[in-house]
């Protein structure tokens, strides 16, 4: 074996399960976020992480406000998603720039990507510090599924999103 980056070992191990985190603006619009890993903690209770940079206004909106919920998009929207990773929610409306439709969740008042093969609803339990990213520990309120979307998956080191097939 050769000794690797980090960021090479995530090539390697493509493909690799990608979420958009939606959260809730003061205004009361939903702020898109692109994140590269999730994993399910517990099912009883259900529970699930997600790690976000520490300057991710996303992180921010969920700190405040305790609600969120993960998706995991559809195909139809990987251009989207990818656009999502790279911009700030701080000073734009993602949906409306990357042409996002949404669609509300029962038991919340966040809005939802419509093309989403998975919707997580969930409550922050708590948050801790893991290098230059936070680790969110969520409690699972609610799931809804839509079977008829693909999921998307990251490749090639989350440079591209395409389903795993």
């Known amino acids: 074996m050769e000794k690797i980056t980090l960021p090479k070992a995530s090539q390697l191990t493509s493909p690799n399960p990608v979420t958009v985190v939606c959260t809730q603006k003061p205004d009361g619009t939903t702020n898109l976020a692109t994140v590269s890993w999730w994993t399910y903690l517990s099912f009883n209770p259900g529970m699930i992480a997600y790690a976000m940079a520490k300057t991710s206004y996303s992180g921010e909106r969920v700190r405040e406000t305790k609600q969120v919920i993960l998706t995991i998009p559809g195909a139809e929207i990987a251009q989207a998603v990818l656009g999502c ?47 230059d990213h936070y680790l969110y520990i969520c409690e699972v309120e609610h799931v809804y599924a839509n079977e008829k979307e693909e999921a998307l998956f990251a490749w090639n080191g989350y440079t591209q999103l395409r389903p795993a097939k």
């Open 85 to 131: 990773g790279s911009t700030s929610g701080r000073s734009t409306d993602k949906a409306e720039r990357f042409h996002v439709e949404l669609t509300p969740v029962e038991g919340s008042s966040i809005q939802i990507p419509v093309h989403s093969r998975v919707a997580i609803v969930c409550r922050l339990k708590e948050y801790h510090e893991a290098g």
